[in-house]
């Protein structure tokens, strides 16, 4: 046998052998690059300490990662189809590998934003080959049950991430989050190469280069918009990606509906069921990244738990997010992925619904029960979305069916952070203001109202100017307004996942999973390729 797999899966005639090890490697790779964003969230204190970020320095670290992420899925995804699905995963974790490298050496805010954006870069490589990777290894019969693993490893790494950082951050500097991925991409290479067999469209005619880089303008450009707007204000720079993200995704959708094969066909956003899917995807990570922004922040800054403390109080929602995707294996074929699904939505709204409680007097077992309502509606719901979301492509475009579902994950991501980072950040600094007023010089109170961090930071030299007894009203005024925000942001969430389950249910198909319906015209349009 030899140690590195050069027969295409397709070519053996039947299941490939060990496909349940290659799907254990294209996790491991996905694992990775989720953990990549959520591990950041608790070195974030120790990097702006170390590096002397500013506020904005820190949201581009932080946000750098998803731009390109975001905006380059799509075309990598087809040009992944073309020629390699394997070869663009080995691509993308030695990229990845070698950023990661680069940003634990570099001593600059502009040094680390680089490598996070060339980490973005391999990101965008890895995630939708796993996807395409997984749909052409197994044959049709286990697909579901094979994307049901690979979306509880996506929120597995939601709150595994926070753990490994912290474990690091005990003995080691911020830096040590970036290294860990090195070990973890040599592994995920050499699994690939042994146990992955190679992949690749059957026949596959020129790719839609103009369809593709109008794709990648749009996109980045609507990423960076969502970030820098909410975050930084709607000046020029906002409003000028505004508008290059709306003419360009006006020119391309133009586009692809004339091309004879376009990068993406948007007809398929007619069928109900997978626009409700894609909406699915994006709402629900709209709402987990965004909690997970401002509850790590809570557990760290309110509750004073460490950032290893921080993880381990995180994985209530790993185990739930497990559960979660064992009862949609069972319940989604009889019961059909709109229950399933709309199910786990009204779920999501509920666990955001019950951290509007939150107040300066809760305890971590305030949280226990909405993070593990969480992680069941995430389990509940996305791997059927995601079934179908792959469902809807032939295997000639399995890629860009993975780049679909992971780009509605991602952008839905960004919104999260961006609409609900920027209604933590108004709310904080409304009710701090409220708490201290008249008790603060005025530059003082602009500092303090920055972020809880830098709350915290002002308190801390109150306690040198005025006294400890102060220093620690001033503290309690902080960490009592933040708290406040949480439960308002948690509010805006709630009706806003709220409202998204109300457009999903009346979009998803009925009494049916989406996948089935839609690969009928997926395999259609694979037997006229193939005769």
């Known amino acids: 046998m030899r140690l590195v797999l050069t027969e295409p899966v397709d070519s ?17 790779s996905l694992l990775i690059i989720v953990m990549a964003n959520t591990s950041l969230t608790v070195a974030a204190p120790d990097m702006t300490a170390d590096l002397g970020l500013t506020s904005s320095d820190l949201q581009w670290v932080i946000d750098a990662y998803t731009v390109p992420y975001a905006a380059l899925m799509l075309l990598l995804g087809a040009i992944g189809d073309k020629y390699s699905r394997r070869g663009a995963l080995l691509l993308g974790l030695a990229v990845f590998g070698a950023a990661s490298v680069a940003g634990s050496l570099v001593h600059s805010a502009s040094g680390v934003i680089t490598a996070r954006a060339v980490m973005g870069v391999g990101a965008a490589m890895i995630m939708p080959a796993t996807l395409s990777l997984l749909a052409a290894t197994f044959p049709k019969a286990e697909r579901a049950k094979a994307i049901t ?85 709607w000046g020029a720079a906002a409003i000028t990606a505004a508008v290059i993200a709306a003419v360009g995704l006006i020119a391309f959708v133009l586009w692809e509906l004339r091309h004879p094969r376009p990068v ?30 401002y509850l790590t922040q809570h557990l760290q800054f309110v509750l004073g738990y460490s950032p290893l403390d921080t993880g381990v109080r995180m994985l209530p929602l790993a185990g739930a997010v497990f559960v979660g995707a064992a009862l949609t294996g069972v319940l989604t074929p009889r019961l059909g992925m709109k229950v399933t699904v709309t199910a786990g939505m ?17 305890s971590y077992s305030d949280l226990v029960v909405p993070l ?3 992680g069941l509606a995430i389990g509940l719901s996305l791997s059927p979305c995601t079934d179908a979301i792959m469902g809807a492509f032939p295997e000639s475009e399995l890629g860009v069916g993975g780049a679909v579902n992971d780009t509605s994950l991602e952008l839905g991501g960004s919104l999260g952070i961006a609409i609900l980072g920027s209604v933590l950040s108004g709310s904080y600094s409304s009710h701090l203001a409220d708490a201290v007023r008249g008790k603060l010089p005025s530059a003082a109170l ?15 030299k109150v306690a040198a100017q005025a006294g400890p007894q102060q220093a620690a009203a001033m503290a309690h005024a902080v960490r009592g307004a933040f708290s406040d925000a949480v439960a308002h942001t948690s509010l805006v969430g709630a009706v ?4 998204g389950t109300v457009l999903v249910a009346v979009l998803l198909p009925l009494r049916r999973r989406a996948a089935v319906a839609a690969d009928a015209p997926a395999e259609r349009e694979l037997e006229e390729v193939r005769g």
């Open 346 to 362: 009204i779920g999501g709204t509920v666990a955001l619904a019950l951290l509007t409680r939150v107040d300066a007097g809760s």
């Open 372 to 374: 593990m309502v969480l």
């Open 264 to 293: 993406l066909d948007v007809r398929r956003y007619r069928d109900r069921g997978f626009a409700g899917s894609n909406l699915a995807v994006a709402l629900f990570f709209l709402a987990v990244f965004g909690a997970f922004y």
């Open 12 to 28: 053996a005639g039947r299941p490939y052998a060990r496909r349940w090890w290659a799907l254990l490697v294209l996790c491991l």
């Open 446 to 460: 602009s500092a303090a109202q920055d972020s809880v961090g830098a709350g915290l930071a002002v308190a801390q």
């Open 496 to 499: 806003v996942l709220g409202v």
């Open 149 to 233: 693993m690979w979306t509880a490893t996506a929120g597995l790494a939601i709150a595994v991430g926070p753990l490994v950082a912290g474990v690091l951050l005990q003995n080691h500097s911020w830096s040590s989050t970036f290294l860990i991925n090195v070990p973890v991409v040599v592994v995920a290479m050499v699994g690939a190469l042994v146990l992955v067999p190679p992949s690749r469209a059957a026949h596959q005619g020129r790719i839609d280069v103009v369809g593709g880089l109008l794709s990648v303008v749009s996109l980045g450009a609507l990423v960076y918009m969502i970030i820098e707007g909410p975050h930084f204000g």
